[in-house]
């Protein structure tokens, strides 16, 4: 089975500074992962997803996430944090060649960026 | 704006009644994804169908139904509500039923409130 884990309810960081959200993930075979990000009373947008390639993934609104095969890893970074990022945020993956298309998310995180 | 409708947005109904969600996928997306968002139990998959057809199946309670029409949109029927069916449900879609690169975008959601 496939399975997501977003250590941290919640993630404090003040505006300016970096952020970094952690996501382990466990599944059999490459794993396909992704980021999304829900503001209140919003639904989910997509940031990002790593399929293969390079490590380093760029997203939407200067998101970033990193791939750690050997931690099994893919934590979400950004170098400057904005108060206007604040939200909640969810880590997937999809486990390869699954017969449908469906993922499965992290509990999420919340990133309050304080000013 | 994704490009995923579903309405309606809110909803206030009684235990023991039926209620029916609607979804408009993105234009050209042919799978549908349905995913329950409750506090104690995150992010659940119900249901996927594509291009008619149900290809995946996740947590859907029996009570549960749903279906994919001809034109593509794709209604939720939840019978028999109870209180603990009070969340908030999320229609997704994508352009394939597979396929590890594909991204799935999520409407804004229908808030269910059984009282």
């Known amino acids: 089975a496939q399975s997501v884990a977003q250590p941290e309810d919640q993630v404090n960081v003040a505006e300016g500074n970096p952020l970094t959200v952690k996501c382990t993930y466990s599944?059999?075979?490459?794993?396909?992962l992704f980021w999304y990000v829900q503001y209140p009373n919003r639904g989910l947008q997509f940031l990002l997803k790593?399929?293969?390639?390079?490590?380093l993934v760029k997203g939407s609104y200067g998101f970033e996430a990193e791939f750690n095969k050997s931690q099994t890893s893919f934590h979400l970074k950004k170098p400057s944090a904005l108060v206007s990022d604040s939200a909640l945020y969810f880590c997937?993956?999809?486990?390869?060649?699954?017969?449908?298309?469906?993922?499965?998310f992290g509990g999420g995180t919340r990133l309050m960026v304080k000013p | 704006d994704s490009g995923v409708t579903q309405t309606p947005k809110h909803l206030i109904t009684a235990t023991g009644q039926r209620v029916t969600l609607r979804c408009s996928p993105r234009s050209g997306d042919l799978s549908v994804y349905w995913y329950q968002q409750s506090l104690d139990q995150g992010l659940q998959f119900l249901i996927q169908?594509?291009?008619?057809?149900?290809?995946a199946k996740g947590n859907i309670l029996e009570r549960f139904s749903a279906q994919q029409f001809p034109d593509l949109h794709s209604e939720l029927n939840l019978s028999s509500l109870e209180l603990g069916d009070s969340a908030l449900y999320f229609c997704?879609?994508?352009?394939?039923?597979?396929?590890?690169?594909?991204?799935?975008?999520f409407g804004e959601g229908s808030w269910l409130t059984v009282v």
């Open positions: 997704a879609s994508s352009v394939a039923g597979q396929g590890a690169g594909n991204t799935i975008y």
């Open positions: 169908y594509y291009n008619g057809e149900e290809r």
């Open positions: 997937a993956v999809r486990r390869p060649n699954n017969a449908g298309n469906m993922l499965t």
């Open positions: 599944v059999s075979g490459n794993p396909y």
């Open positions: 790593y399929i293969t390639g390079d490590n």
